[in-house]
């Protein structure tokens, strides 16, 4: 099956009891069991719901993975992760990549003896001299959050080899529409599904995908004991969300191209940060291993001031100030104040995330209204 098939029919049947063609929402606690030990395959919701079940298997197809992992949002699939290591183990991670992230490595799982080492990816070399005999993952996020920076998965696997290390890649920014980094040599990818995968922005939810079987016990243990687990309401938001992603994909792609040239050619803009531009730094690699550039940008004014970004979010009417991406509507975002706060200012600037950042994720609209929208908001600063 092509992927927009799969999207739409991967791991679903009809409802055995019933033949519903959109799987039921197993709104339950626990299971009946016909005797001790004797049960249908369900004892107790923590550990297993259809629902949930179907959407886990429904991801796993998106991604070209056998195993799938659902989670109550991205943050607990990263922990799941995380939790994989032991005290004295390392990992490598981008020097850019979602705050929520680098809050989570760097304020509760240093704490629990795992070091980090925040690097820049771009360059294959930098993670090579990271490595070292406790190095047990390398996490990467391509493209970044919020600086559209391309991560070479390929590379980053032929890298690690057969050594005990896995690759886990964070997909949320390209969606399984535009890449998927099992092919590419990963161990694990992992979303926040409340974005592209969830749709309407009515959902928090996490998972992760991965081929090996025994990989996916270890996760699977870590998901039922400290007991993330989405509710079967939310897993039916994100099946349903999954049968329109290529649909929506399309749009967004479109939408963000358009938007991208608009931005680079308006005279108060400086830099616009798209990886669909051939002058792209990860132009080349994009073009590899993703199937299309995505309505995810970031940009900044000439005059790269907080007070300029922050009057210019007050001014936009289509595009709504809110954290979140990968919604049908489109949000602009100030990361130096929002998404990326837990990152020490000194940090942020060093790597490049500027005072006057705004990220935006392209929704669905029609491209000519977000257009006048955003010009209207710049040109009234
Ligand atoms: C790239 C990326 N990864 C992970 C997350 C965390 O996901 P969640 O908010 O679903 O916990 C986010 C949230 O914004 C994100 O943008």
Redesign the pocket.
Known sequence: MKLSTKLIHGGIEPDPSTGAIMTPIFQTSTYVQEAPGKNKGYEYARSQNPTRKVLEEALAISENARFGLCFS????A?DAVVRLLSPGDEVIAGND??G??YRLFSKVFAKAGIKFHYVDMLDIKNIAGKLSERTRLIWI?TPT?PLMNVVDIAAVAGLVGQKNILVCV?N??ASPFLQNPIDFGAHIVMH????YLGVHSDV???CLMMNDQALRDELYFIQKSCGAVPGPQDCFLVLRGLKTLHLRMERHCFNGEKIAHFLRAHPKIGKVYWCGFEDHPGYAIASKQMRGFGGMMSFTFKDDSIDLAKKFLSSTKIFALA???GGVESLVNHPATM?HASIPREERIKNGLSDSLIRVSVGVEDVDDLIDDLSGAINSL
């Open positions: 949002s991205g943050v607990a990263t990549m979602y929520g992230t996020e959050n964070d949320t920014f926040s599904a409340t974005k928090i939810h996490g954290e979140s991406l998404t």
